[in-house]
């Protein structure tokens, strides 16, 4: 349904053909044919990995036949996603159990420095981006322009290893990597401390690293509010400058904003994939 002349009706066949919503399938089936190419044309799979010098070619072989990975790319595909769609996703070799229970092992660590992180994000940003807005062109606008991009073309691993280096090595008040202090038994509260001193540092990284994108996108959705002729006219009636930005300006924008949410999800999680390994911090 949409909302039209303040009556509700229902889309039409056409309507609903071309909504954005309809598209999402075929995009998803396509971009995993084009990852399933790119991982299937790499050099050597997962047998040849854990092969080591002690196989024989014959077992190499019947391994790779056990696996399916002996079959054509397209055959190779269709096996994939049929066991895919049933949320089948093979055997860990490393952990030796299903994937899905890996999944379900790591995913909450994962969860837990991105959600920490996207939420310093929020906090932090969208001041920042309403002030830029309001005092476009300021010196306060250009310091944090330059520190926007800056944060969105240093590298993830990068920034990391910066931080590993000064609070880990030199200055020693944080722990190098990890979730808990190796060696440790701590419960309760010490236990919840430990993991906060831990996560300094991966959620730091995230922050940065997504925080400059998070405030240009701010900035622009309030600098396109704040020159609609709705805020001309209150600040005409003499509205309190703070009233005009923060409930009428800042309320139209959020919209906008809302749709920042879904993309800063996957950012996180994917810039958390380099952040886990850095600082072997247990997630997916």
């Not at 002030?131 to 010196?139: C, E, G, L, R």
Request: glycine fraction near 8%; hydrophobic fraction near 50%; proline fraction near 5%.
């Amino acid at each position: 349904k949409q909302e039209s002349n303040k009556d509700w009706r229902f889309l039409t066949n056409d309507e609903i053909c071309n909504s954005p919503c309809s598209h999402m399938i075929p995009i998803l089936i396509g971009v995993s044919m084009v990852v399933f190419l790119l991982v299937a044309s790499l050099p050597g799979d997962a047998v040849d990995a854990h092969a080591g010098g002690n196989i024989t070619a014959e077992k190499i072989a019947q391994n790779k036949a056990l696996l399916g990975l002996d079959k054509p790319i397209p055959e190779r595909y269709v096996n994939w996603a049929s066991h895919a769609i049933r949320g089948d996703f093979g055997i860990s070799i490393s952990y030796k159990i299903p994937v899905t229970e890996v999944i379900g092992k790591f995913v909450w660590n994962s969860f837990l420095v991105a959600a920490v992180a996207f939420i310093l994000q929020l906090l932090i940003a969208i001041p920042i981006g309403v002030i830029s807005a309001t005092k476009q062109y300021s010196i306060f606008d250009n310091t944090f322009s330059v520190v926007a991009f800056a944060g969105i073309s240093l590298p993830s691993f990068f920034l990391a290893m910066i931080l590993r280096h000064v609070f880990s090595v030199k200055l020693g008040v944080l722990p190098l990597d990890g979730m808990i202090t190796a060696g440790a038994n701590n419960t309760g509260g010490a236990y919840v401390l430990d993991v906060v001193l831990h996560m300094i540092l991966p959620v730091v990284t995230l922050t940065v690293i997504q925080l400059g994108g998070t405030m240009r996108y701010v900035r622009t959705s309030m600098l396109e509010v704040i020159n609609q002729d709705y805020i001309r006219t209150a600040r005409a009636k003499g509205l309190p400058e703070k009233v005009v930005i923060y409930k009428h300006a800042l309320k139209n924008a959020n919209d906008s904003d809302c749709n920042l949410c879904w993309w800063c999800d996957p950012g996180l999680f994917a810039g958390a994939m380099i952040t886990e390994t850095v600082f072997a911090w247990p997630g997916m």
